[in-house]
C-alpha cells in the first residue's frame, strides 16, 4: 500500500489545527459576547420594578390603613379626654395641666421614629407591630383603672403611644417600596385610616361612657385596636426583604445636609405647632359658647369624617401637581381657617362649619408629608428621613397644646385661635420657600 506524502500529511494536519483553532476563537468571542449582552442583576428600587398594584400591594395598604387607624386614628380623638378629664377625673386640674396628657401622647409617638425606622430596616415590621400592640393596648388597660394625674400620664401619655410609634412608622415604611407613581395616592388611603379612626372612636366614646362607663370604655377601644392590629399583622410586609446595618449616629444627622429637607424640617414644625390646637379644645370651646353635650361630642367625628377626604383628594392630586404645591396651598387654607373662621366662631352652625372645613384642610398634612421626603429622597431612604422628620416637630406636638392651655383666657378662646392660625401660616410660607428651593426657584414647576 502506498502513503501519501509527509508534505502533504503536514499540510492537512496543519488545515485540521487552523480549523480547530477557529472554532475555538469563535466560541470564546460568542462568550465574550454573551457575557457583554447578558443583562445584569435587577435593581428592585428601579421605576419598572415598583408593581403599583396587585393582591400583595393591595393587602400591604389594608394593613397599613389599619395601623394609622389604630394610631393616628386614637391621636386624632385627644380632644375627646381633654373635655372628659376636665369635667370628671381631673377636674381639679387646668386646661393647660390636662393638655399635658395629649402633647406627651403626640411627643412619645413621634420622637422616637428614627430609632424605630432602623429596627424597622434591620428586623421588618413584624417584631415592631408586635411590640406596638402591647405597649398601645396595655396603655389602653392600664389607663382605664386610672385615677390620679401621673398615672394618666404614665399610662395614656407615654406607655399607650410608644406603641403608637412603632405602629405609624410600620405603615409609613412598608408603602413606599409597592407604590411609585401612586404612591400619593396610597398615602392618601392610608392616612384616611386616621380620619375613620378619629370618628370612630369619639363616637364610641360619646355613646359607651354614659352606658357602661369609662374604664369599660377604654377595654372596648383596646380590644377593637387589638383586632385591627391582627389584620396588619397578617397583611404589612414590605415587597424586600430588611437589609440590616450597622447601627451608626451619623445616619441620622446626615439628612440635614440637604437643604431642602432641612426647610422642610422648618416648615413641618412651625405647621405642626398649631395642628393639633383646634382639635384638641373644639369641644371645650364649643361647650363654652353654648353647644350641648350631646351635640358638641360629634364634633371631633364630623372633623375626623372630612379629613378622609382632605387626606385622599390631595394625596391623589399630589401625583399630578406635586405634593410641595399641595401642601403649600392646603397650609395656607387651615391657617386662615382658623383665624377666619374659627376666631369669630359662636354659634353651633360656625362650630360645625369650621369643624368640617378644619378637619379636610389639615388632613392633607399627613398623607402629603411623606410624599414631600419621597420626592427629594432615594427610596432607601425614605424610612429614616420620614422619622427623623416627625421625630423633629414631635417637640411642636409637645408644647403646642399646652401654650394654647395656658393662653384660654376664663371663657374666651381668642388668643388660642390667634397663636394657632399665625404659627400655621408661618409654617405655610415656609412650605412656599421650601417648594422653591426644591424646584430651583422655578415658578411654573410641578413639585
Not at 400619593?184 to 366614646?205: D, Q
Not at 398623607?367 to 420620614?386: D, H, M
Amino acid at each position: 500500500m502506498s502513503h501519501p506524502p509527509s508534505s502533504t500529511v503536514s499540510a492537512t494536519d496543519a488545515s485540521i489545527r487552523k480549523k480547530e483553532s477557529d472554532i475555538e476563537q469563535k466560541a470564546a468571542d460568542k462568550d465574550v459576547s454573551d457575557s457583554q449582552t447578558a443583562p445584569g442583576p435587577i435593581n428592585p428600587w428601579h421605576p419598572s420594578q415598583f408593581p403599583d398594584g396587585g393582591k400583595d400591594a393591595y393587602l400591604c395598604l389594608l394593613g397599613a390603613f389599619c395601623c394609622l387607624f389604630c394610631s393616628f386614628g386614637w391621636l386624632n380623638c385627644v380632644g375627646v379626654f381633654q373635655n372628659y378629664y376636665e369635667t370628671h377625673q381631673l377636674r381639679d386640674k387646668s386646661s393647660s395641666q390636662i393638655a399635658w396628657i395629649s402633647s406627651l401622647q403626640i411627643f412619645v409617638m413621634f420622637f422616637p421614629g428614627p430609632i424605630v425606622g432602623f429596627f424597622f430596616d434591620n428586623y421588618g415590621p413584624k417584631y415592631l407591630l408586635a411590640v406596638g400592640a402591647f405597649f398601645h393596648v396595655f396603655g389602653l388597660m392600664m389607663a382605664s383603672l386610672c385615677t390620679e394625674y401621673y398615672q394618666f400620664i404614665l399610662a395614656q401619655g407615654i406607655c399607650s403611644p410608644l406603641g403608637l410609634n412603632c405602629i405609624f412608622n410600620v405603615a409609613l415604611g412598608s408603602l413606599p417600596s409597592w407604590f411609585l407613581k401612586k404612591r400619593g395616592l396610597a398615602y392618601g388611603v392610608t392616612a384616611a385610616g386616621s380620619g375613620l379612626g378619629g370618628i370612630v372612636f369619639p363616637i364610641m366614646a360619646s355613646r359607651l361612657i354614659p352606658r357602661i362607663g369609662y374604664g369599660w370604655t377604654m377595654r372596648t377601644f383596646a380590644f377593637v385596636i387589638l383586632g385591627l392590629l391582627f389584620i396588619a399583622f397578617a397583611t404589612v410586609r414590605p415587597r424586600l426583604p430588611p437589609k440590616p446595618r450597622e447601627f451608626k449616629l451619623h445616619v441620622f444627622v446626615d439628612p440635614f445636609k440637604d437643604l431642602r429637607f432641612t426647610m422642610m424640617v422648618i416648615s413641618s414644625f412651625l405647621f405642626f405647632l398649631g395642628l393639633f390646637i383646634p382639635i384638641n379644645f373644639i369641644e371645650v370651646e364649643a361647650m363654652v359658647n353654648g353647644m350641648s353635650v350631646r351635640l358638641s361630642s360629634y364634633l371631633l367625628a364630623m372633623l375626623n369624617a372630612a379629613s378622609i377626604f382632605g387626606r385622599i383628594i390631595p394625596g391623589a392630586l399630589s401625583d399630578k401637581f406635586g405634593p410641595y404645591n399641595l401642601q403649600a396651598v392646603m397650609a395656607f387654607f387651615t391657617g386662615i381657617l382658623c383665624l377666619a373662621l374659627g376666631l369669630p366662631a359662636s354659634g353651633n352652625a360656625a362650630f360645625i362649619v369650621f369643624a368640617i372645613l378644619y378637619g379636610f384642610a389639615s388632613g392633607a398634612f399627613v398623607s402629603l408629608a411623606p410624599a414631600q421626603v419621597a420626592k427629594i429622597s432615594n427610596v432607601q431612604e425614605i424610612g429614616l428621613r420620614t422619622g427623623v422628620l416627625f421625630s423633629c416637630v414631635s417637640f411642636a406636638g409637645l408644647v403646642g397644646n399646652p401654650i394654647a392651655g395656658a393662653l384660654v383666657d376664663g371663657t374666651r378662646f381668642d388668643k388660642v385661635n390667634i397663636f394657632a392660625g399665625v404659627v400655621m401660616i408661618a409654617g405655610a410660607v415656609m412650605f412656599v420657600l421650601t417648594r422653591m428651593v426644591v424646584t430651583g426657584w422655578k415658578v411654573m414647576q410641578i413639585a
